[in-house]
């Protein structure tokens, strides 16, 4: 392949926030074979002495005499396929865990007054990046983007990038050691080189403002920022159908901010029944580039979820971000088009896309297929609340999640947790990570799954300190799979909390195919009668506005080890991993209907 480049101004490579709408730019992807080395004692970056080596795999050192010693040789590696996981390319690493390092080659020939920047997708876990040999980066965390300015790393002519991937658990990691999902491990989404001015939009934001019922006019905020604190600039935002333009000079920290008016009678609102999108256009000084965007707007009033100013019933289902058919990381358009499908299937205006930011197709394929989102991330179980760096990791990966998916219509509220623990270092961590995604993003919903702890006989109340941090309380419950069925009808729920409710999980396991007594486990009938009794159970929880049953498909996990029936699959999937639908599939639907 052959791109051409730009020459930056740094001295060497710099990562930097991330860029808003990457695909808007020039690119040339870096996806296809890579060659990879698996490297469980990691000899590659550290000597006998576990201290880093200067001699390390990422100089991909040839030897230049017969008597040179080099213990590892890229070219004559096997290849994999990139994006994806090692643990469904390589039968040998199907549970491993280490390091494997990657090596990609290709051609570019360098221009002047541009930048280059390496974009990764996302990297599982702990990843470092050379390009021809020198340093472009360290980056934490598994499902969020991240770009380096590699411009004075390329070459004209052969330039190599080497990635040292690392997805062992940690207790201070988050997610945290223990998860109940697979260990993925390799660059798991797109690499591209991406050609950037030298003085570019690193960010820019577009959201419809809240108004009265009815409002003859309808305002829409425009903010944006440079990649540089720098005055002078022009800035043109233009959405050529409803005739809109204005023009704008960024100010002394390189920022503009405006709202644009339009007759309420000429906007289409985004829905799940009308995914309406506007084409943006933006220029700055003389680079231009375009974005898809729907404008609507998302708040509570007492116990309802309102969407453009009318209540809304979210009929959702929970997602892994797994290939519909055979496991593994699921990476491509086709991929979220499939799951999506089966969703909208089921009947489902929503989607929870659990327990982390998934690949950015997936938001955007929802956007236009009319399917509302709930975006996570990966703060689950028991974190370790009070360590400095696990803190500064989760707000990394909330403001990069917020960073990619700020401009889409469909992504109505941001999770910050999944089921953890109470106690005061808890509520600490997770305030300041509520209050911090509101400096980032005021216009959507602030939630996250908790647990019911103040269970008594039949009486299950939700007792909380978090409450007063979120928009929407939601709660994970598994009344018919962790308690018995027969008590569903019995129960009671108090929710103290004059907030719309969503229950973010319930659900219990099933093996396709296999047919039994409502009360035999892990038949589809058990599972057909759990469906059953649940959704009347559901039926009488005051303010209840939503739910995410758990799961659209079964997925894979190292818990889940019974043989003949789990074989490493979590089992409470609506579909089977072979894309068959189980009969619980149309308990759902049916009762959406009535939604």
Partial sequence: MLLAVGLGLTASAEELPLIQNVNAYESCSLNGEWNYIVDV?????????????????????????????????????????????????????????????????????????????????????????????????????????????????????????????????????????????????????????VKVPQIYLEDYDLQLLKAADKAKVREISFSAKLNTKEAGHNVVVNIPELKLEKQLTTDAEGRVS???????????????????????????DTSAFADEIGFRTIETRDKQILLNGKPIFLKGISIHNEKSNGGGRANTVEDARTLLSWAKELGCNFVRLAHYPHHEEMVREAERMGILVWSEIPVYWTIAWTNSKTFANAKQQLTDMIARDHNRANVIIWSIANETPHSAERDDFLGRLAKYARTLDNTRLISMAMEVTGASNYVNRLNDNMNQYVDVVSFNQYIGWYRDVNDAPKMKWEIPYNKPVIVSEFGGGAKYGYHGAKNQRWTEEFQENLYIENTAMLDKIDGLAGTTPWILKDFRSPRRVLPGVQDYYNMKGLVSDKGEKKKAFYVLKKWYETK
Avoid at 82 to 109: A, C, H, M
Avoid at 259 to 265: F, M, P, Q, S
């Fill in 258 to 284: 405006t709202t644009l008016k339009v007759a309420a009678k000429k906007l289409q609102l985004w829905s799940p029944e009308n995914p309406k999108l506007y084409d943006v256009r933006i220029l700055l």
């Fill in 41 to 193: 004692q990691e000899e590659g970056y550290y000597d006998y002495r576990m201290n880093p080596t200067a001699w390390g795999f990422f100089r991909n050192a040839k030897p230049q005499k017969p008597e040179d010693l080099i213990e590892y040789d890229f070219d004559k590696s096997p290849t994999m396929k990139i994006p994806s996981d090692w643990n469904t390319q390589d039968e040998r690493l199907f549970f491993y865990e280490g390091t494997v390092w990657f090596k990609k080659s290709f051609q570019t020939v360098p221009v002047q007054n541009c930048r280059t920047l390496l974009y990764f997708g996302a990297v599982n876990y702990d990843c470092h990046v050379w390009v021809n040999g020198k340093k472009a980066g360290h980056h934490i965390g598994g499902f969020t983007p991240f770009n380096y300015d590699v411009s004075n790393l390329l070459v004209n002519g052969e330039n190599t990038v080497i990635v040292k991937v690392d997805n062992k658990r940690h207790a201070e990691d988050v997610p945290t050691q223990i998860f109940d999902w697979w260990n993925y491990g390799g660059i798991t989404r797109d690499v591209k080189l």
